[in-house]
Every structure is written in C-alpha cells, then in structure tokens.
C-alpha cells in the first residue's frame, strides 16, 4: 500500500472494473479455507486497480479526503486491539473524549460539550435532528413518538443544503415536508430576512419551530451561510441551531479562513467529517454538542446489562452508547487522534487552506479561457464551471469521459437548472501542477471534439 500511494501520479485515476473482476465477486459462499498469500493476490488483482480514485491529486469530483499513511498505521492498531468503544471503561474511550476537547477547543465551545464519533455527517446531522426534537418536546417523545404533541415540528435550512438534512427529517418521524428551505442570494448563502419571515409565517399558522441548520460550506459551491446571523435569530426564537460543517467546519484549524465561520461558536451543535479536509481515512464522522446533557437526554439507556459500577470495566458515568444510537462502535478516534498528534492542527490547517488556494488558481485559469465560464463564486475549495457553446450533454459528456480516461475525475452538478463542472480540490497532495496539468487535460480534451466535429 504505501508503494501504491508512492506511484499514485503513474495510475490512472479511477478506472471501470474488469468483466472478469466483476465475476470474481458472484462466486457463492467459500466452505474451505484459502492461503492468505492467494487472497492478497486477489486483493492486488480485483481491488486495488479499481479503487475511488481519492487517492489521486486529480481526483475532483466528490470532497472525499486522501487519507494518509499515519491512518494506515492507525488501522492497523486499532484492528490488533479490536476494540468496542461503545462503553466499558478503557483508554478508547479516553482517545475520543480528547477530540471532544480539542474540537470544543477549536470551534469555540465551553466545557461540559459532548462528543461523538460517527460513520459521517449523515449521520451526525441525524442525531442532531433526533436531540433537537427530543429537546423541543420532551424525553416523553423517545416513548410516543409524536401523536402527543400539540404542534407540528418544523425546521429550516438552505435551499443549498445537504440533502441528509432532509432524510434526517424523515428517519425522526418529522418528515421532510416540514423542513422549510430557506432562499439563498446569488453567492448560494441563506437570507437571514427570509427564514426570519419563514418562521413568523409557521408559527402565525400554528406550527412549531425547533429547528434550523446552517451550512458551512454548501456540497454544490461550498457557500457558507451567515452562521453569526442565524444564530441571533434561533437565539430570539428559541430554536436549535445546528451546522452542518461537513465540509468546511475544519477550517477553523487555518489562521487565513478562521473568520469566515465566525457565529459557528454559537450554535448548539456542529457535525464535520475528519475523513475529508482532516484527511483521516474512511470512516470518521463527527458530531459536537454543546448541552452534553441534552445529547445524554436523547440516547441513554436504562438497560439492565449497560448498567454501570464504581469500579472494574462497568465504571464510567457516561459512555458513548448514551450519546448515539451505536452499541457497537470501532475505534474511530485513534486514526483522528494519530493524524492531528503527528501532523499539528496547524499543519492540517495550512493544507486546508493551500486547497482553497489551489481552487481560487483554477478559477483563475478557467476565468481567463476562452472556452469557459466561472458559474460560482468560489468560497472555498469547490469550482464550478460551464463551457461556453456546449450544451448540457457536452459537460456530462466532459465529465464522463474525463473519468473513463483515467486522467482526471470531475463531477457535474447543476446550478439555477443548468449542468457544471464541479470541481472539489480536497486532497493534500494537489499541486498547482497538477492544477495546471489538470488545464492541459482541458485543452487536450476540446481539441479532439473540435477535431471529430469538423471531420
């Protein structure tokens, strides 16, 4: 693996699997033992040449992190311990109560905040929708559910939001048609006027509101909404202020975009993904909370066989179990806790920041082309463009065939109705080589269109 990372610019990005390592996983359930040396094999042969392509500085469609070799050491630790850090009283547990300090530390919370490591921002934006309504509504609403309450629940959030914030809707038995999307201005921010006027219109008509999310860092140009000013507004109408940091909440660990998020210190929760700007590997979501009591409230469970004790493996007042709905939980926190030991936060920070850098180049060159036009601002590491005189199959076409090719992975997305390239530079090791390389791929690419056109 580390000579695969090593040689990673001599691969392609990303190709299609084989036929034949497509019919190597149909075959039925092995009754007999293999050689491990033949399994490696197999691993070398079907699953590693046809991989995400993360790993790759041109890969650019999704903000997936790179991860790093200190990850990899982590893994392998942490799978020889095998442990549960769902409770019991043992040093994982320690390790991932030290991120929930160095988080409250980093975004501005006070002591007393909870933590918790999930699969990702999905989830963490989950639990945060399940806290907010048990806090709206009482404990009694984790026994009846909602047919006690008065008043339907409604929440808010961006036009521009994630679309997990809707499904977390829909797990909590809220449903989707009562999350309100906010309008944005041109830059994808949401309008502080409008979701005011949204929650005066909801409450003059009876409803609820407990809720509003705030994004820092939109998935489609990475817009961050004016977080200081929703939270005076869920301050005066008493609502639970949420981030969904997913994206950019990490960069508050950069002197250079720190201020950006100014207002995130006031929310009452923030969920964030180490796996992508903290290039952690897969999987290390995160949710803080800064009423751990209120968390707690949600989760624990009065079971006979989580019961604790003032000594032995039961100690403990509070567990993991009693903050989410994972009894089973691996051992997340060491590969988080690894990377930011070894690199320093404010080394993940500065990289963080040279991919905003790397983006506002690429924009740069795409401004100044000729046959491309900027179709966003770009807020932080996301690039989203359109092709002058190419309609929409012309940019999935681009896209697609840039991915096939194995030289580049874009994504498209679409904006005000109209596809783009989109363009999310997330990975430590992009360079403004390779941003530049990424260009010549451009021109490459449309010279050989024009070529087949006129012939």
Same mark, same amino acid.
């Given at each position: 693996m580390i000579t695969h990372i090593e040689t990673i610019r001599q691969r392609p990005v990303w190709q299609e699997p084989a036929r034949e390592t497509r019919e190597r996983f149909t075959r039925p359930l /092995?009754?007999? /033992?293999?050689? @491990?040396?033949?399994? @490696? =094999?197999?691993?070398?042969?079907?699953?590693?040449p046809f991989a995400t392509g993360n790993l790759h500085p041109l890969f650019m469609g999704w903000v997936h992190g790179a991860g790093t070799p200190i990850g990899m050491v982590a893994e392998i630790v942490a799978g020889g311990l095998n442990m549960n850090c769902g409770g019991r009283d043992h040093a994982g547990l320690a390790v991932e109560q030290q991120i929930v300090r160095w988080m409250s530390e980093a975004l501005?919370? /006070? =002591?007393?905040?909870? #933590? @918790?490591? @999930?699969? #990702?921002?999905?989830m963490a934006n989950f639990v945060a929708v399940t806290i907010a309504k048990t806090e709206a509504l009482g404990q009694s609403v984790r026994e009846t559910g909602l047919r006690n309450s008065d008043r339907e629940l409604v929440a808010y959030t961006s036009a521009e939001a994630h679309s997990c914030i809707a499904q977390a809707m829909q797990l909590s038995g809220i449903g989707s048609a009562n999350l309100r999307t906010v309008a944005v201005d041109a830059a994808g921010r949401m309008l502080p006027d409008a979701l005011s006027a949204s929650i005066a219109e909801d409450r003059a008509k009876g409803f609820l509101p407990f809720l509003v999310v705030g994004t820092a860092g939109t998935v489609n140009t990475g817009a961050i909404d004016p977080l200081a000013e929703i939270a005076e507004i869920a301050s005066r109408e008493k609502l639970w202020f949420h981030v969904d940091g997913a994206i950019g909440a990490l960069a508050v660990l950069s002197s250079s975009l720190r201020d950006l998020f100014k207002g995130m210190e006031k929310s009452a929760s923030v969920a964030l993904d180490f796996h992508k700007w903290g290039q952690v590997p897969y999987d290390a979501g995160f949710l803080l909370v800064r009423d751990g009591g209120a968390q707690k409230r949600t989760f624990a469970q009065p079971a006979a066989y989580l019961q604790r004790a003032d000594r032995g493996l039961a100690a403990g007042e509070t567990w993991p179990c009693d903050l989410g709905p994972d009894l089973s939980r691996g051992f997340r926190a060491l590969k988080t806790w690894m990377t930011i030991e070894t690199l320093g936060a404010d080394n993940i920070g500065k990289s963080i920041a040279h991919t905003c850098m790397l983006a506002r180049h690429l924009a740069d060159r795409l401004s100044r082309h000729p046959a491309f036009v900027l179709k966003a601002p770009v807020a932080l590491n996301i690039v989203c463009f359109g092709i002058r005189r190419g309609d929409a199959g012309f940019v999935r076409n681009l896209v697609s065939d840039l991915q096939v090719s194995g030289l580049a992975a874009p994504s498209w997305t679409t904006l005000d109705g109209e596809p783009v390239v989109r363009c999310a530079i997330v990975n430590h090791r992009t360079t403004t080589a390779d941003i530049d390389g990424f260009m010549d791929i451009l021109d490459t690419y449309l010279a050989e269109r024009r070529e087949k056109l006129q012939n």
């Open positions: /092995p009754n007999e /033992p293999r050689d @491990l040396g033949d399994v @490696l =094999d197999d691993v070398r042969r079907h699953i590693m501005g919370y /006070p =002591d007393g905040a909870s #933590g @918790l490591f @999930l699969t #990702g921002s999905s």
